[in-house]
């Protein structure tokens, strides 16, 4: 379901209108810093993990996933996938959804660094060709207490946050250091990587 109108462009001939596979609020902020008119639709998709899959295999699937999912009726489209996901010592970190969920992981991920991967999709609906990356950044925790997790958690209720943090917001009272060629990364939509894709599709930003 398309949540607003948009305006469109014109690439080779073709009505083009550029839409976000994507319900996250955080995303949608992050698109509107292009100053491109876009609307958001829901790609409602399995997200589970399939057997024998790298954290890398995940996100570059389920970004793809989400573009193609609501491709077929969306014609003369530009539709951007995208998923995350946090690993620590090799395992993946999903949405916590739980506040015990939440505690558990911030107590794993206390002193470590995290990588978060995003996977990122820019498909065609014009010629049918997806481009798909994925982009990683990387924050090293700070060694936190019991207390702070808490407090933390019941502050900014991160549930549905890869790694139980929210990036934007309060979350970086937890980081040491962040490590990464593109900060939008770290909140799930790699801007400087989409702007590369979209002139490649014919939609320069600037």
């Given at each position: ?80 996938g995208s998923d995350q996901v946090a690993v ?15 505690t558990q992981q911030l107590k794993r991920a ?51 946050c890869a790694g139980s943090f929210k990036a ?39």
């Open positions: 379901m398309i949540h607003q109108p948009v305006d469109t462009m014109t690439i080779m001939n073709h009505t083009i209108q550029l839409l976000l596979a994507s319900t996250s609020p955080y995303r949608k902020i992050l698109l509107e810093k292009l100053r491109l008119p876009f609307s958001t639709v829901s790609p409602n998709i399995d997200e589970n993990p399939l057997a024998q899959e790298s954290p890398e295999q995940l996100v570059a699937r389920l970004a793809k996933a989400k573009a193609l999912a609501v491709a077929p009726h969306n014609p003369n489209s530009l539709i951007i620590v010592d090799g395992q993946v970190l999903g949405k916590p959804q739980t506040h015990e969920k939440a206390s002193g470590k660094r995290i990588t978060l991967l995003t996977g990122l999709c820019l498909h065609s609906t014009v010629n049918h060709k997806s481009q798909v990356e994925v982009i990683p950044f990387s924050v090293v925790m700070r060694h936190l207490t019991e207390t702070q997790i808490e407090n933390y958690l019941r502050q900014e209720q991160p549930y549905d934007e917001g309060l979350g970086i009272a937890l980081f040491e250091s962040l490590e990464g060629n593109d900060p939008n990364a770290l909140i799930g939509l790699p801007l400087i990587r989409l702007v590369r894709m979209l002139e490649k599709a014919g939609m320069p930003v600037i």
